[in-house]
């Protein structure tokens, strides 16, 4: 007989993927389509706040750039939108780009948007609309021409050993 410990039930396994870490995971290999629909999301929301001063848009843009650092799409309403709508209903072909470049990328959108929303937040509205407009040029660098700054600042710092091969091992052989 097998004595009961206060009535206690031992755990039931967990789903593959249910680990808190498997929710804070990015896509590897990313669809290069979907992220340049999202940087064209991010343009036309960077130009909106600007162009009619919405106070409140640096820190919306924020918010999307740390979920996407975080977990990819799956916690970004614009990633959600763009990977399980749009995307699907263009009927592109992915083209399927490595991961780690792009969460970097993502990264830098991440400090420059919350250093904007911190602008926004003291009141300097003319320095926060600046910092966005860094944002909006390198969305629009990316959405228009495939030209993620992000990813080629990873590349150069990969070449120089600030980033360890390990980070992204196909970005060496060349497909980053």
Do not use: H
């Not at 996407?68 to 009927?91: D, E, I, K, M, W």
């Not at 966005?132 to 990873?154: I, R, T």
Request: charge should be positive.
């Amino acid at each position: 007989m097998v004595p009961v410990t206060g009535g206690a039930r031992p755990a039931a396994p967990r789903a593959p993927g249910r680990s808190v870490a498997g929710v804070f995971t990015f896509p590897d290999p990313v669809n290069e389509v979907s992220a340049r629909l999202v940087a064209a999301g991010v343009v036309v929301a960077s130009a909106l706040t600007i162009a009619l001063g919405l106070r409140w848009g640096p820190f919306v843009l924020a918010y999307g750039f740390v979920a996407r650092v975080a977990a990819g799409p799956r916690f970004s309403p614009l990633g959600q939108l763009v990977t399980r709508v749009v995307t699907p209903r263009l009927g592109w072909p992915p083209k399927l780009v490595p991961g780690p470049p792009k969460r970097f990328a993502q990264g830098i959108g991440a400090v420059v948007t919350v250093t904007s929303a911190a602008l926004a937040g003291t009141g300097d509205w003319p320095a926060a609309a600046a910092v966005l407009g860094l944002v909006l040029a390198a969305a629009l660098l990316e959405s228009v021409l495939a030209l993620c700054v992000g990813c080629k600042l990873f590349a150069l710092m990969m070449r120089a050993g600030w980033i360890p091969v390990s980070a992204c091992e196909r970005c060496v052989v060349g497909e980053g």
